[in-house]
């Protein structure tokens, strides 16, 4: 009898009693709910509501399934039936119990069970901040991730660079729907945080498009390739097939400027029986806002060797100089579309599409009357005066920048269910294009024809093409993952990728010579075309040692057609105790990030500001280029990463959670644009392996949700960002880089950023008030002296929020956001002694001043930007219509 009890023992613990749940999630209209994440409870299994709600899945006897949506209240129901429905609450704040689909090649996971540090934001929780754009709101709910509009606009006026862990927009991975997107075309080359660098434009993506976003603070080049060194933003759509949303948008600073106009629809319908189709149209528009400083008339003799009486005279009735800086005027269309039609029961197809237009006009420095002269430039009366030599009204002019952009990407899939293997596989495409306009402007190259007459000069024309860019890709992805037992999941894929770059090359007025005055344009012999394409495969397992422990390994190899092959890995685990209320987990990773084709294949001329001297132009040489073999530059290779991650989560009660991520990220062969230099091809820049770095901190994420206050709910979150180290740690090696680029890269965003939020719903009114702290931010600009830096110092931004629940279908949002009108402000930091003498001496102060805000332009947030917005307050206010 005891053998066969025995037996007994041993047959159940390797045959799992499974039984089939059925059934239907709706949402407390009773609509049905499709993308609903059911997952029994303390494993990998699990699966997704369809079009009409309705789910399958298969568990072990005595299991539990978790039901999740973002947005939506979870619930845990017994498996005591064979039939189970639910119905889900809407909730205000984040559910950090959200099943997760970023950061795994396997099933999904809880976020608090996951091994891996995530954040989850909904719709709500971005449209809740007021925000114009998807990469503001990011802004004030993501501690990690910093953004900010340069204040030197020209081809940054499209979109602004952005990071997660102060690591660069080149080293974060972004998806849509789970898919890599598409680079933008523009490689940033203004002295500003993000130079030398390349990214998504996620700035295109409607707000109103977006189900949820989950940004994965770690490094997963084993699971999704090059690029995800800091981390992956994932953004998943919406499916709503039910309903739908009208909102018009407004807005103003509180000087009256920076107006804002937008309507947003979003709506959804099915298709066939068992179809959906979730469309937005999203139209807006941004005014100009303006922050310019008041100019110093002696800084400004100075630099154009100018008569101090004529430069006064001029000042007097322009203080500012006629100068506009601040952020650009601009205007978007964009178009999405999310959809998916069950072929069968165990097939399915999904696509989704967006196309983006954005137009942005801004303004070049305004050329004052002594600095391009009448009397070295005669003919500028005839071009931007009255034309009579002896009266002439010429009072210089200010060229314009405009850029015309536009983004494309879309996925067409199908995914499959047979035998437990689950097969995704999908083809996507995407491009960004931006083309260039320079107004107002003037060639004034000294270059005859065979005549000897002027080619430019007095017969420039004043409007000009500079030329553009282009990046496209197609990627094809197969993606195989099977439940092997309660214990072992594995996935397999391999991922084709093709990638084009193009300089546009511009009209010849623009680029010969010294070209267009503010903005040159491409050049022939700096424009064409070029590709190049990779191939890589992976291998991931995830094992469940117990209930509690899992340990989970991801292996990949890629190849390119430009550098040859990478091969990294990842090891991740979690281990929970105390009744899942403790949760302890890990990370240990190799990645790589491979040189863009603009940091490889950019040659260019660029105007830009060097201390003392006003505007010059500086250039770029490629790393292909016979320039560059001459002067000893070698070809880019793929940089290389370590990730560890050492983390804990705690739910030690109901509404309560906390976690604390430890992050510590070595980049080896790090690839910069250096120093500009003097060569034999005159002052010129370029991209190198240049030295390794590290980046190390600390990310903190908690929140006490639904907390009963009289008839209401109150739910209160605290979450943080702190550099420990963010340095080169190794020595300069083919490139120059000086303390202009080492505090642009390293120091230039906050050294931590915290948000303190709270909202409270009563009835049909909820109130919001967010804080977010800015830290130091520390800058060492051109011109300034070695014994100096300028630090930004720490400041609080308070947004305050209402909303109104005036009918069932019709509703009120009112932000205010930067209440208390907080503005960026800096001050010089003695390095040393010397430093500390300078500073003493208040016309050598003045000087400094002069020389890193061009003689007080840009004295709010200095030449090369700030930590946060100078625009100030921002009254936003939204209505939606719900149907």
Do not use: C
Not at 240 to 255: A, D, W, Y
Not at 603 to 613: D, E, H, I, T
Request: hydrophobic letters at 35%; zero cysteines.
């Amino acid at each position: 009898m005891k053998k066969i009890v025995l037996l007994l023992v041993l047959l159940n613990s390797v045959f799992v009693f499974a039984q089939e749940i059925t059934g239907v999630v709706k949402d407390n209209s009773g609509a049905p709910l499709p993308g609903v994440n059911i997952v029994e409870e303390g494993t990998s299994n699990g699966v997704s509501t369809d079009i009409d709600g309705s789910y399958k899945i298969t568990v072990k006897e005595g299991a539990s399934l978790i039901f999740s949506y973002m947005g939506y209240s979870s619930i845990t129901k017994a498996a005591t039936t064979s039939v189970i429905n639910v119905s889900l609450s809407e909730e205000v704040s984040q559910n950090l119990a959200e099943v997760i689909v970023t950061g795994t090649r396997t099933a999904p996971r809880s976020n608090t069970t996951s091994a891996l540090p995530i954040d989850a934001l909904s719709s709500k929780d971005l449209t809740s901040t007021g925000q114009a754009t998807f990469d503001k709101a990011l802004q004030y709910r993501i501690p990690s991730f910093n953004t900010i509009q340069s204040p030197a606009n020209d081809a940054t006026s499209l979109l602004d660079p952005y990071e997660i862990r102060n690591m660069g927009p080149s080293r974060t991975l972004v998806l849509i729907n789970g898919k890599r997107k598409n680079l933008s075309s523009l490689l940033y080359v203004q002295y500003s945080p993000g130079y030398g660098e390349t990214g998504v434009d996620i700035s295109a993506i409607p707000t109103d498009a977006i189900e949820r976003v989950e940004i994965l603070r770690d490094g997963a080049s084993a699971q999704y390739g090059s690029d995800a060194i800091a981390g992956v933003m994932n953004v998943i759509l919406k499916k709503n097939s039910k309903r739908g949303s009208l909102i018009v948008r407004s807005g103003i600073t509180s000087k009256g400027d920076g107006e804002m106009l937008g309507v947003s629809l979003n709506n959804g319908t099915t298709v066939g029986e068992k179809g959906f189709l979730n469309y937005t149209i999203d139209f807006s528009k941004v005014n100009l806002a303006n922050r310019p400083g008041n100019v110093d008339a002696l800084g400004e003799s100075v630099d154009f060797g100018a008569n101090i009486a004529d430069v006064q005279t001029f000042l007097d009735k322009h203080p500012d100089g006629l100068n506009i800086n601040g952020s650009p005027q601009t205007a978007a269309a964009k178009f999405l579309i999310n959809g998916g039609n069950d072929i069968s029961e165990n097939t399915k197809i999904y696509y989704d599409a967006a196309y983006i237009y954005k137009k942005a006009n801004s303004f070049a420095n305004y050329r004052t009357p002594y600095w391009r002269t009448l009397a070295d430039n005669p003919y500028l009366n005839n071009l931007f005066g009255n034309g009579d030599a002896a009266n002439p009204s010429y009072q210089g002019y200010r060229p314009t920048f405009e850029g015309d952009l536009t983004d494309y990407n879309g996925t067409l899939g199908f995914k499959n269910i047979k035998n437990g293997w689950n097969t995704d596989a999908s083809v996507t495409i995407g491009g960004n294009k931006q083309l260039y306009t320079v107004n107002n402007s003037v060639n004034m190259s000294n270059i005859v024809d065979s005549d000897g007459n002027d080619v430019y000069r007095e017969n420039s024309p004043i409007s000009f093409k500079p030329g553009g860019t282009s990046f496209n890709h197609v990627v094809g992805n197969i993606d195989i993952s099977k439940i092997i037992s309660d214990k072992i999941s594995i996935g397999i894929g391999t991922e084709f990728r093709s990638e084009n770059f193009t300089v546009i090359e511009g009209d010849k007025a623009s680029w010969e010579g010294t070209g267009a005055d503010s903005f040159a344009g491409n050049a022939t012999e700096n424009s064409g075309k070029w590709n190049r394409y990779n191939i890589g495969a992976y291998f991931d397992i995830a094992y469940d040692v117990t209930k509690d422990f899992l340990v989970n390994g991801t292996v990949r190899h890629e190849e390119y057609s430009d550098f040859g092959g990478a091969t990294v890995w990842k090891v991740s685990s979690r281990y929970e105790f105390l009744d899942d209320k403790i949760t302890l987990r890990g990370s240990v990773s190799t990645g790589f990030r491979a040189p863009t084709l603009h940091q490889i294949y950019t040659q260019k001329s660029q105007y830009s500001l060097v201390a003392g001297q006003g505007l010059q132009i500086n250039g770029i040489i490629n790393n292909v280029s016979p320039e560059a073999r001459e002067l000893g530059i070698p070809p880019l290779d793929p940089e290389k990463s370590t990730n560890i991650t050492v983390g804990i989560g705690a739910k030690p009660f109901s509404g309560f959670n906390i976690t604390l991520d430890y992050y510590n990220i070595k980049v080896n062969d790090r690839i910069v644009l250096g120093d500009r230099q003097n060569t034999e091809f005159g002052n010129v820049a370029w991209f190198s392996n240049s030295f390794d770095s590290r980046t190390s901190g600390l990310d903190v994420v908690t929140g006490y949700s639904n907390i009963g206050i009289g008839e209401g709910k109150l739910g209160i979150n605290l979450s943080g960002n702190i550099t420990f180290e963010n340095k080169r740690i190794s020595p300069v090696t083919n490139n120059s880089f000086g303390d202009i680029l080492n505090t642009l890269t390293f120091t230039s965003r906050p050294k931590t950023k915290w948000i303190l939020g709270g909202n409270y719903e009563i009835g049909k009114l909820a109130f919001s008030l967010n804080n977010t702290y800015f830290g130091k931010a520390t800058f060492h600009q051109q011109g300034l002296d070695a014994n100096l830096n300028t630090e930004f110092i720490p400041k609080i931004v308070t947004d305050l929020g209402f909303h109104f629940n005036a009918t069932e279908k019709l509703s009120l949002d009112l932000n205010v956001n930067n209440l208390f009108n907080i503005l960026p402000e800096w001050e010089f930091k003695a390095k040393n002694a010397d430093g500390a003498a300078l500073l003493a001496d208040p016309a050598q102060a003045k000087t400094q001043f002069n020389l890193i805000t061009f003689n007080g332009r840009y004295s709010q947030t200095t030449y090369y930007g700030s930590h946060f917005s100078q625009l100030g307050t921002m009254f936003n206010l939204s209505l939606n219509y719900k149907f």
